[in-house]
């Protein structure tokens, strides 16, 4: 039976913001972002709140991630490569100066390198992997080849020419986008981060309630097994303000598929989209969304981040909304609020502790975008209070 929506109420002042300290039971009250120890929440650093729900992320530089001075982008995942030791971080990006509005006819995936999981990634060298059309990269090492997949969306031809936006502005206005239909999502495949990079498989979803197949965010297991999460179109009447969801399927041969969807109904409720299951050092996962599809349920600078959380990767808790925002705290002591955050994606430790964040940052408006990074905290800095919630405190 699905539960009511949760959504977070934020205390007003960061040094009475909670870390922990709620009433539980067993882990599960406390979000699985931490453990229950006589009867009161014990968060990890990386998550806070008296639930351990919100993110809990360090002061950041506003240089990190990748930002192409007069470009845009909308956020990516990077991996590092041992050889080189660098960072290799892959990420939508809108050519020709055009910003995120001309995303159904511009994006193409790029790949930049950094010395820093959180950046700044080098935008004077970055390399195209996929031409328009191409968006929601989401990168990941199979277990059992080791071989890099490059998933998303789009073959790397538009279906319409793009455009070429040169001096002009991003629009302050929120329209309407339609999204090119997708029935596949595509992979590309390297043995190493830097490639070269072969884009020769796609996967064709199985036909259930699903349909306009979108965001993939696989997790593969070392015995073969793939799970593939997705958000997806026609969602059941009533299950919120925009008609995308979160579904799930399973491959038990591989990551090539064959697929079979799970259920008949999406995971969590309400409408979400851009989903990011990862599964941490306890072996619980967690999931994250935006929980604003076309900007239906929260306006300009709200948090409307989805975290739901589970043991099996199959059944899901209630998703909380405002786990994240567009709230970033600073090193130097000030706050940057900024309109909308979207794709979140998550960069983890050999461990399974999670590094860093990956989100599309839309800063004046949503469609000045960037590909935002920004570590978790850790217990150190936890300790030196240099970690908050992007959140309004």
Request: hydrophobic content about 35%.
């Given at each position: 039976?699905?539960?009511?929506v949760?959504?977070?109420?934020?205390?007003?002042?960061r040094?009475s913001?909670?870390?922990?300290?709620?009433?539980?039971?067993?882990?599960?009250?406390?979000?699985?972002?931490?453990?229950?120890?006589?009867?009161?929440?014990?968060?990890?650093?990386?998550?806070?709140?008296?639930?351990?729900?919100?993110?809990?992320?360090?002061?950041?530089?506003?240089?990190?991630?990748?930002?192409?001075?007069?470009?845009?982008?909308?956020?990516?995942?990077?991996?590092?490569?041992?050889s080189?030791?660098?960072w290799?971080?892959?990420?939508?990006?809108?050519?020709?100066?055009?910003?995120?509005?001309?995303?159904?006819?511009n994006?193409?995936?790029?790949m930049?390198?950094?010395?820093?999981?959180?950046?700044?990634?080098?935008?004077?060298?970055?390399?195209?992997?996929?031409?328009?059309?191409?968006?929601?990269?989401?990168?990941?090492?199979?277990?059992?080849?080791?071989?890099?997949?490059?998933?998303?969306?789009?073959?790397?031809?538009?279906?319409?020419?793009?455009?070429?936006?040169?001096?002009?502005?991003?629009?302050?206005?929120?329209?309407?986008?339609?999204?090119?239909?997708?029935?596949k999502?595509?992979?590309?495949?390297?043995?190493?981060?830097?490639?070269?990079?072969?884009?020769?498989?796609?996967?064709?979803?199985?036909?259930?309630?699903?349909?306009?197949?979108?965001?993939?965010?696989?997790?593969?297991?070392?015995?073969?097994?793939?799970?593939?999460?997705?958000?997806?179109?026609?969602?059941?009447?009533?299950?919120?303000?925009?008609?995308?969801?979160?579904?799930?399927?399973?491959?038990?041969?591989?990551?090539?598929?064959?697929?079979?969807?799970?259920?008949?109904?999406?995971?969590?409720?309400?409408?979400?989209?851009?989903?990011?299951?990862?599964?941490?050092?306890?072996?619980?996962?967690?999931?994250?969304?935006?929980?604003?599809?076309?900007?239906?349920r929260?306006?300009?600078?709200?948090?409307?981040?989805?975290?739901?959380?589970?043991?099996?990767?199959?059944?899901?808790?209630?998703?909380?909304?405002?786990?994240?925002?567009?709230?970033?705290?600073?090193?130097?002591?000030?706050?940057?609020?900024?309109?909308?955050?979207?794709?979140?994606?998550?960069?983890?430790?050999?461990?399974?502790?999670?590094?860093?964040?990956?989100?599309?940052?839309?800063?004046?408006?949503?469609?000045?975008?960037?590909?935002?990074?920004q570590?978790?905290?850790?217990?150190?800095?936890?300790?030196q209070?240099?970690?908050?919630?992007?959140?309004?405190?």
């Amino acid at each position: 039976m699905m539960l009511p929506v949760v959504v977070a109420t934020v205390l007003s002042v960061r040094s009475s913001f909670p870390h922990g300290g709620a009433a539980c039971k067993t882990d599960w009250d406390c979000s699985l972002g931490g453990i229950c120890v006589n009867s009161l929440c014990n968060c990890d650093p990386w998550f806070t709140g008296a639930n351990c729900t919100f993110l809990n992320l360090v002061d950041a530089d506003t240089d990190w991630g990748f930002q192409v001075p007069a470009s845009y982008s909308w956020g990516g995942h990077a991996s590092y490569d041992t050889s080189s030791k660098k960072w290799f971080g892959f990420f939508a990006f809108m050519e020709d100066h055009c910003s995120l509005q001309e995303w159904t006819t511009n994006s193409a995936i790029v790949m930049a390198s950094s010395d820093k999981s959180e950046g700044p990634f080098d935008t004077t060298s970055y390399k195209i992997i996929n031409k328009p059309w191409a968006h929601n990269p989401f990168l990941v090492q199979d277990p059992v080849s080791e071989d890099w997949l490059l998933w998303h969306i789009g073959d790397g031809t538009s279906p319409k020419p793009p455009k070429n936006c040169s001096g002009a502005k991003p629009p302050s206005a929120v329209p309407a986008s339609t999204p090119p239909v997708a029935s596949k999502l595509f992979v590309d495949t390297a043995t190493n981060l830097p490639g070269p990079w072969k884009s020769e498989w796609y996967i064709l979803m199985e036909e259930s309630w699903t349909q306009d197949v979108s965001n993939p965010s696989p997790f593969l297991f070392k015995n073969g097994t793939a799970m593939l999460y997705f958000s997806t179109a026609n969602c059941p009447p009533g299950w919120g303000k925009a008609p995308r969801c979160i579904s799930q399927a399973r491959s038990t041969t591989g990551w090539q598929g064959p697929y079979t969807v799970i259920g008949t109904e999406p995971i969590v409720k309400p409408e979400s989209e851009d989903p990011m299951v990862w599964r941490d050092h306890r072996g619980n996962f967690h999931l994250f969304t935006n929980v604003n599809t076309y900007h239906k349920r929260c306006l300009s600078g709200v948090p409307c981040g989805g975290h739901s959380w589970s043991r099996d990767g199959i059944s899901w808790s209630t998703q909380f909304i405002g786990a994240f925002g567009p709230v970033i705290h600073l090193s130097n002591g000030t706050v940057w609020n900024n309109s909308y955050i979207e794709r979140p994606q998550v960069v983890q430790n050999d461990d399974g502790t999670p590094l860093t964040f990956y989100t599309g940052l839309g800063r004046t408006t949503y469609y000045d975008s960037i590909s935002w990074a920004q570590p978790f905290c850790t217990q150190e800095l936890l300790e030196q209070g240099r970690c908050a919630p992007t959140v309004p405190l």
